[in-house]
């Protein structure tokens, strides 16, 4: 069929009128793109400058004033200035904080250095920051100045306060608030700032106070600390009262606070069976008070009818487990007690109960390092007879591998299987020299049946700093069988190959559980090449059925002192007398 020219000339018209479109299209949507780009910076540029000379108004009403003046109501320096206040501009709300500090100048000396300073409080530092939160794009500005008097400075028996804020491992904790009050003074002192890249808050002519600075240092995601008051009823003799402050001297005082972590607690009978709504407290060893003792924290739980709870924002430490009004005795833990929580760790807690008992008593039994001893032999003789019982859970561990690689399944523990990059010396395992990582596959391990995994823990917990941040972490396969089809995949804490355990002691992911061998492999890194992490122990806790690792449990017995034995091949053995009055839980450690 043959088309005329004028149909052709048509056909084409369109297309380009298409085209044409298209393009114009896209040319408005980019120049409408160019826009909303412009007016929002134009209205970001605006806001800044509006704040800006929010800014220079409130340092201008500070210039304004006596020096004598220049200060926060309830601050220190004290003064007229209201520490954080509302400002309207062409109905925007501004949020403008004003934060004024004593300087001490060294040019003069310092307090408590040499020479010393009877007068520190050499100059002013006005912070002026306004915010606002409601406008399109979120911003802020932050301008600082110094004031200085007009005169020479006089000395007013004034000091300083010095607050330092430490982790767990004494590592100095920046952005760390801390909150300063003293109602004893007038006018009476309530201030807030953050400790600075090293930890440290220091309040120049401080007024001088006889424990009456109550100090509260506290961090998002990290734990708190605080001081009290001497003679309150809950707690008289605090084990840190409130700060002193004396004339023309510095006031020192060092607050532990670190990241906090979790407990995920479960309740089953020795059948793994969930036994809900058991409540009980876990109470740390750490205390607030003596005489008598306050701990600084009780924690109750009551787990759900599937036998579950969750605590949140437990402080690291160490604590105590009692079940209270239950029909239940505890017959065991795991992990074992006392029980540790380290800084920012969560671990599962799994109580196992039997029907209560009048007369019972627990042991567990650990080794020096305080991992549960598998098989170890307990025998009590008292007024119910002679009775014995084998722990029938603990751990594989790992102290040397010296012995070299090759060696597929563990017959001599001080060999492994494969490594590249790693030195050992003295049975520790480190970086190569100049090396920056390295790794290490172990032997298979056989556990003798199936099992659940319980925690993976190594030693030394701490690595130098220079390191980095995951100097040291894991991996675990796991199989059913140990032949040459066998294939090991290795898995982090979320049971893919993606992750790895980085944190001591961790949880082994649950899809391991019901294997009966197991292998590791260790990765070792640094971030500076003349520093090198280590690694001297490594263990693996596990549990045949559901049995509390490392614990025996005897229950049915008459009141009265029993003579405990306990025997572990390789380990001296231990003898004792408990008197069992009531429910009685024994800790015995072995020594090999």
């Keep these: 069929m043959k088309h005329s020219s004028r149909q052709i000339q048509q056909g084409l018209t369109l297309i380009e009128a298409l085209v044409a479109s298209a ?28 704040m800006t000379e929010i800014a220079s108004e409130q340092f201008e009403f500070v210039r304004n004033l006596p020096y004598a003046s220049v200060g926060t109501v309830s601050g220190i320096p004290a003064g007229v200035v209201v520490p954080e206040q509302t400002v309207t501009r062409n109905g925007v709300s501004f949020t403008v904080r004003t934060t004024i500090r004593n ?13 010393n300073d009877l007068s520190p409080a050499d100059k002013k530092m006005v912070e002026v920051a306004v915010s606002c939160t409601a406008c399109h794009a979120e911003t802020s500005v932050t301008y600082t100045s110094l004031v200085a008097p007009k005169n020479l400075e006089t000395e007013n028996g004034n000091g300083a306060l010095i607050v330092r804020a430490i982790n767990a491992s004494g590592v100095p904790v920046a952005g760390a608030s801390v909150h300063i009050e003293n109602a004893s003074l007038s006018p009476a002192v309530d201030i807030t700032d953050i400790t600075n890249n090293l930890g440290v808050l220091t309040i120049v002519d401080a007024p001088p106070a006889s424990q009456s600075y109550k100090v509260t240092v506290t961090k998002g995601g990290y734990s708190s600390e605080e001081t009290f008051p001497i003679g309150a009823p809950a707690n008289p003799n605090p084990l840190r009262p409130h700060l002193t402050v004396a004339a023309n001297t510095i006031t020192q005082s060092t607050f532990a606070v670190d990241e906090t972590g979790a407990y995920d607690i479960r309740t089953q009978d020795a059948m793994c069976s969930p036994i809900g709504g058991i409540g009980g407290t876990l109470t740390s060893s750490a205390l607030i008070g003596s005489s008598p003792d ?60 039997a029907p209560n008992d009048p007369q019972r008593l627990v042991i567990g039994v650990v080794d020096n390092a305080g991992l549960p001893i598998a098989g170890a032999q307990v025998e009590i003789d008292g007024p119910s007879g002679t009775l014995s019982s084998t722990s029938n859970q603990g751990s594989v561990m790992q102290t040397d591998w ?21 030195a050992i010396s003295g049975g520790a395992l480190s970086l190569v020299p100049s090396g920056t990582s390295g790794e290490l596959t172990s032997s298979a391990i056989d556990l003798g049946g199936e099992s659940t995994f319980q925690q993976l ?15 040291v972490k894991f991996q675990i396969a796991t199989a059913a069988t140990n032949d040459e089809e066998t294939v090991w995949e290795y898995l982090g804490p979320d049971g893919t190959p993606a992750t790895y355990y980085t944190a001591t002691p961790s949880d082994i992911a649950d899809v391991h559980n019901g294997a009966r061998y197991v292998r590791y492999k260790v990765f070792l890194s640094t971030e500076e090449a003349s520093v090198t992490p280590t690694l001297t122990d490594i263990a693996l806790t596990y549990t045949a059925g559901c049995l509390p690792q490392g614990q025996v449990d005897f229950g049915g017995l008459a009141a009265g002192t029993y003579h405990v034995t306990v025997e572990k091949a390789g380990f001296q053995t231990l003898e004792k007398d408990i008197t069992l009055s009531g429910d009685t839980y024994d800790l015995i450690t072995l020594t090999p």
């Design 457 to 471: 823990s190594w030693a030394p917990f701490n690595q130098p700093v220079a390191t980095g941040t995951a100097p």
């Design 103 to 115: 300087i001490d100048d060294p040019a003069d000396g310092t307090l408590g250095g040499s020479p």
């Design 402 to 422: 010296d012995g070299g690689a090759g060696q597929e399944t563990v017959g001599d523990w001080d060999r492994f299987l494969t490594s590249s990059g790693l």
């Design 23 to 50: 393009i114009f299209a896209m040319f408005s949507l980019a120049i409408c793109r160019l826009y909303v780009t412009v007016f929002t910076l134009a209205g970001t540029i605006r806001t800044k400058t509006v």
């Design 294 to 353: 306050v701990p600084k924290h009780v924690l109750s739980f009551t787990t759900s009818s599937l036998g579950e709870d969750e605590l949140d924002g437990v402080e690291w430490g160490t604590y105590a487990l009692a079940i209270i009004g239950s029909t239940y005795d505890v017959v065991g833990t795991n992990p074992i007690a006392p029980l540790a929580l380290p800084p920012g760790s969560s671990q599962m807690l799994t109580i196992t109960l």
